[in-house]
């Protein structure tokens, strides 16, 4: 069975005594591929990094919004080089965080902006954290013209409302652990709306940890117990659920 975890941080310090094991559990498990995000200065050379060691590991590189006051000039272009590397396949994870004050939220505005902008240059998915923001994502979005390229809500949390409007903006919606939190009603409903083409599943490893495991580390094992949640949400059997966000993430980030 093929399960893609289209949102991981596996060169995350939490992995560091066991990392080579982490990988070799998520292969067993069915987890034929993954997207690693690097997110800055740090993170995108570890993430280049495992993108190499690993045939099954692509790389997503940008600025996340919390780092966004630490970006530098150069750093946008240092991104763009990487876009042309065969394992790159998004630029992210970018966007607005205001639950975290470690960045303005003008300068987050700014480099979001920008990284859209080298996004539709470059013609490349973008991948989206959207933390208690969705009303400026959605508007930025829709100014930047994002939807000339589309992408992924990351870890999605917003209302059906937003959802839709993320939807006609042609992105996809990617759910992770909280579906299945018995108290995470709204994630829920708004996975039961989600068009099956437009579905993916993930991780957001080592955060975001499902149920049973819940408090525990997460590691990209754990896609599975995501599927089999969204499976049951959607009707289906995890098996099928597990084909169609499979085929929906090769679709949607150019892999082939």
């Known amino acids: 069975m093929f399960l893609f975890d289209t949102h991981t941080h596996l060169d995350a310090p939490q992995f560091d005594e066991d990392r080579e094991e ?4 998520a292969v067993e498990a069915g987890v034929s591929k993954m997207i690693n995000i690097g ?7 570890s993430t280049m990094k495992l993108a190499e060691s690993y045939d099954y590991i692509y790389a997503a590189v940008g600025w996340h919004p919390q780092d966004a006051i630490d970006m530098k000039d150069g750093d946008l272009d240092w991104i763009a080089s990487l876009c042309s590397h065969k394992k790159v396949v998004a630029i992210g994870e ?3 965080d205001y639950y975290w004050d470690t960045s303005p939220k003008d300068v987050q505005h700014e480099v979001f902006r920008k990284q859209i902008g080298l996004a539709r240059e470059l013609n490349m998915p973008i991948c989206i954290h959207d933390r208690d923001a969705h009303e400026d994502v959605v508007r930025i979005l829709r100014e930047e013209k994002a939807n000339e390229v589309g992408g992924v809500m990351h870890s999605f949390s917003g209302s059906w409302e937003t959802a839709k409007m993320c939807l006609n903006l042609g992105f996809h919606l990617s759910f992770g652990g ?3 939190f018995k108290n995470a ?3 829920k409903e708004v996975l039961a709306q989600t068009p099956l083409d437009r579905l993916l599943i993930e991780t957001d490893a080592p955060y975001l940890t499902p149920h049973p495991f819940r408090g525990k580390r997460n590691e990209s094992a ?7 949640a969204a499976a049951e949400i959607k009707g289906l059997t995890w098996e099928e659920l597990a084909k169609i966000t499979y085929a929906n993430a090769l679709e949607r980030f150019g892999i082939e």
Do not use: S, Y
């Open 222 to 228: 754990h896609v599975k117990l995501v599927a089999e």
């Open 94 to 96: 970018i966007g607005l």
């Open 22 to 25: 982490v990988i070799a559990r």
């Open 178 to 180: 909280p579906i299945t």
């Open 185 to 187: 009603r709204v994630p």
């Open 39 to 45: 997110f800055n200065r740090e993170t995108i050379p």
